[in-house]
């Protein structure tokens, strides 16, 4: 149906970025038979997708938005129901679509897995060449196992054929095609005329009586939630580090003992020509492989200058044979996979050729194309990550050896945080203004610690809280100082600036009426005062300082008679009025574009046919959610 090794990077990326997976808990069957009703979130046919399995799928989406958004996320929507049914709604789908994969007779034969595997650079060595080792290594800093990750990157390659086969056939006939291209590819000539309420601001009174109704219809825009401020100590690795003072000779021994890591070691460029041959190959094959390699070899004798050209002809390694050969710089040390390969390599000259060395994977014809020495920084050049290295060490250490003592002295005096402060020969310090959502500093700033501002112990009891991590090696503990309870903000206090927003809306209200009044005469053809703009050209891409909403109604008009008028209310207030006066058709497409555009609208009835495929199943499809399970933390 499709060329399976064509995309399977992104496959495996994708698989590679689920670093928890079902499979690794539950093995290959868990995805293809029922697997208990009794702790199921949803059936789906005669599958349970397990609690276990939901939860993980939830990780992933969690951890992937954070990773979006840099951390940013409110903590709260990373946990809010929408997220969850979500998360169950793609498992429900990603079921649906293996089962008719499944029936449909789809597989993913082992030829084709080991290929993919094979050639991703993630478990290539430094030769280039696929390393079982580096694989293994990769999947355990996952969490993976083998067996886990190949059953699962065998389920994504069936669900990419499948969905290959909806957007690869949809078809698209050149007379609607080109059609769609010139409406895309046009331009318009357009200008505009903006209303804004400033033209009414003067011209609006609002009574106290209706100042007075808006107050009282609004109380809680006026409200001021219930805030506190906290007495903090905080302990961390960080401000640990500031205080440890090191000696000139301190530094200096560091560096002796390990001057080798201040050193890079000596490397080459390299390129080469592989003629391959399995290890266990018959001495035949062997021979035949050899006796191709020293012709390719003559062959460069003669001409060394077209290395790059007989690497692209001869070479058998897909990963450098494209480039000519090149296997970028090689440090010595770097291939004790291949020690043949590395010890010819580091006895040529810049530019000369080694004879056909033999190794597990064939015979290489090396070139080293660059030489570069092993280099040494001086003490002075280092002396300052030296310095930051070891503080970071023995903060590392003395923030270990502190934290039970800075947690047990915090709930053991709970009635102060004097002696926690004594502890840390730091000081107790006073935050901001702390709401339920938020706190200054930031560092306070913590779903934990804003929880455990608010509970019984540190509101009501008056207690220190617990110390909370509030990031890494970083504990904070917190006391209550003043609490403000939630309170409503004095009519007196806000009359002003409510009064200011109605007078605002009133403007905004009369600028909209007004720009509407004005295009419906335009409409008409009647005679209309306004101070257009300088025409200017738009397309749809290239707005020219009109927003977003005004260059889709400019777009949008019937531009069968023009000028032809169109308006758009502004976000910030207001009305703007819009002129098309020329139309520009779009000029010969370049083929290039006319491709892209064929294959978005080819993905987009592929995703139609998809959707429509997934609605028919579900009606198909016993689908029931025990909503207590997908809601339970």
């Known amino acids: 149906m499709f060329n399976i090794v064509g995309s399977n990077k992104r496959i495996v990326q994708g698989v590679l970025v689920l670093i928890a997976v079902p499979f690794a808990f539950f093995g290959v069957d868990s995805y293809f038979r029922s697997s208990g009703g009794g702790q199921s979130v949803a059936r789906v046919g005669d599958y349970n997708i397990s609690q276990p399995e939901f939860v993980d799928a939830l990780r992933d989406r969690q951890e992937s938005l954070r ?7 409110d903590a709260a929507m990373l946990d809010s129901p929408e997220l969850r049914y979500a998360t169950l709604d793609n498992l429900i789908q990603r079921r649906l679509l293996l089962d008719r994969a499944i029936r449909s007779g789809m597989t993913v034969s082992e030829q084709q897995l080991q ?12 030769t280039n060449q696929f390393s079982y080792e580096r694989y293994q290594q990769v999947l355990r800093s996952e969490g993976m196992t083998p067996a886990g990750f190949e059953a699962r990157l065998r389920q994504d390659l069936m669900l990419e054929q499948q969905r290959e086969g909806y957007f690869g056939s949809g078809f698209v006939s050149q007379t609607v095609l080109d059609r769609l291209v010139r409406l895309a590819e046009q331009q318009r000539e357009v200008s505009d005329y903006r209303i804004t309420p400033d033209r009414y601001a003067g011209q609006v009174e609002i009574g106290p009586d209706a100042v007075k109704q808006y107050y009282e219809a609004n109380p809680r825009e006026f409200q001021i939630p219930e805030r506190v401020k906290v007495d903090y100590v905080m302990l961390s690795a960080e401000s640990l580090a500031s205080q440890i003072q090191l000696e000139p000779a301190e530094l200096k021994q560091f560096y002796e003992s390990r001057r080798s890591q201040y050193q890079t070691q000596e490397a080459r460029r390299a390129s080469h020509i592989l003629i391959s041959v399995d290890a266990s190959a018959g001495a035949d094959a062997r021979q035949n492989a050899r006796a191709r390699a020293e012709g390719i070899y003559k062959e460069l004798a003669e001409k060394p200058a077209s290395f790059a050209e007989l690497a692209k002809k001869y070479s058998q390694d897909p990963g450098s044979a494209a480039n000519g050969g090149d296997l970028g710089f090689v440090s010595l040390g770097n291939m004790k996979d291949v020690p043949e390969f590395e010890a010819a390599l580091f006895k040529l000259k810049e530019g000369e050729i080694a004879q056909p060395v033999a190794t597990k994977h064939g015979f290489h014809i090396i070139r080293a194309t660059t030489l570069r020495p092993a280099q040494g920084k001086s003490f002075e050049e280092v002396r300052g990550q030296i310095e930051e290295e070891l503080k970071k060490q023995r903060a590392g250490h003395r923030f270990a050896e502190l934290a039970d ?21 730091s000081d107790v310090q006073r935050s901001g203004w702390i709401t339920r959502t938020s706190a200054e500093p930031a560092a306070l700033n913590h779903p934990r610690l804003l929880e455990a501002v608010f509970s019984q112990d540190v509101l009501k009891d008056r207690r220190n809280s617990e110390a909370i991590e509030v990031a890494p090696s970083t504990l904070v503990a917190v006391r209550l100082a003043e609490h403000s309870p939630a309170s409503t903000r004095p009519f007196s206090e806000v009359r002003a600036d409510i009064e200011k927003l109605l007078q605002r809306r009133a403007a905004v209200q ?25 025409p200017q050209v738009i397309n749809r891409t290239e707005h020219k300082g009109l927003s977003e909403a005004m260059v889709r109604q400019a777009f949008r008009v019937d531009a069968t008679n023009l000028p032809a008028y169109a308006g758009v209310e502004n976000p910030e207030g207001g009305y703007t009025l819009l002129r098309v006066s020329r139309i520009v058709p779009a000029e010969a497409i370049a083929p290039e574009k006319r491709r892209g555009f064929s294959e978005a609208l080819r993905q987009v009835l592929g995703q139609q046919e998809l959707a429509a495929y997934l609605a ?12 207590e399970r997908l809601e339970q933390r």
């Open 115 to 126: 290929k993919v595997v094979a050639e991703q650079p993630a478990f290539k060595d430094a």
């Open 616 to 627: 028919s199943a579900r009606q198909k499809t016993e689908i029931q959610i025990n909503k």
């Open 510 to 534: 009369r600028a909209v009426e007004a720009g509407r009044g004005e295009l419906e005469q335009l409409k008409q053809g009647k005679s209309v005062t306004v101070a257009w703009s300088t």
């Open 405 to 425: 003592q800075f947690s047990n002295t915090v709930y053991e005096q709970s009635e102060s945080l004097e002696a926690a402060a004594e502890l840390l020969k």
């Open 67 to 73: 990773r979006m958004t840099q951390g940013k996320l």
